[in-house]
């Protein structure tokens, strides 16, 4: 039996961790760097990435802020396991125009035109080097997570790190959510499709 033990979810309005309100973005800041401050960050490298990767480093950093048993693993016991639907169009957009208007390609942006190098941010980050997958799909698909989840814990991994998080224009959706073993914080809430669907409606 596995747990979903803490969840967050993001959009470009509100922040919420456990079904209730962290932050709210009143439009005094941008956004990501209102969340920035909240969090109280103090890693410089986070400006420079793309808006998935910042809205992945976040929601990390809530994850942890809810569940402190996350960072008492070795590096190699946690999977990182994500995915989208609209995979990196929006840098894969600026891109292109950085391209066209200037004659010679971005190398900042081309970094980010595949999607899973939000997972190597996270990994950077975080130092933790276990399994690690990014897919693409059409709609968010919990029986995917649980499936993959039940596979690698406890074979492979003690938790798993995972999120659905898709960017269109500055259209955020993001849910995040840790899978352990036990149910470490009283959630109390089975690691079942159902459930991860329920947590994508609310």
């Known amino acids: ?44 490298k986070f400006h420079k990435m793309d808006l998935m990767s910042k809205i992945a480093t976040i929601g990390v950093e809530l994850l942890k802020s809810q569940n402190e048993k996350i960072e008492q693993y070795e590096d190699d016991e946690i999977a990182l396991i994500f995915a989208n639907k609209n995979s990196s169009a929006k840098t894969d957009l600026k891109f292109q125009k950085s391209y066209q208007e200037k004659k010679s390609p971005s190398p900042s942006l081309f970094v980010y035109t595949l999607p899973n ?57 993001a849910l995040l959510f840790t899978v352990e073993k036990e ?15 329920n947590l994508r409606k609310a």
């Open 1 to 44: 039996m596995k747990f979903i033990t803490t969840y967050c979810q993001i959009n470009e309005d509100r922040l919420e961790a456990n079904g209730k309100l962290v932050l709210k973005n009143n439009g005094a800041t941008a956004w990501t760097r209102a969340l920035y401050d909240h969090f109280e960050l103090e890693y410089p």
């Open 117 to 173: 190098i939000l997972i190597g941010e996270i990994a950077i980050k975080n130092k933790w080097y276990g399994e690690n997958i990014f897919v693409v799909g059409e709609q968010f698909d919990a029986t995917f997570y649980e499936n993959y989840c039940n596979i690698l814990i406890p074979n492979k991994a003690q938790a798993c790190v995972c999120g659905w998080i898709n960017v269109v224009d500055n259209k955020i959706d």
């Open 183 to 197: 149910d470490v914080t009283g959630l109390n809430l089975r690691l079942t499709s159902n459930n991860l669907l």
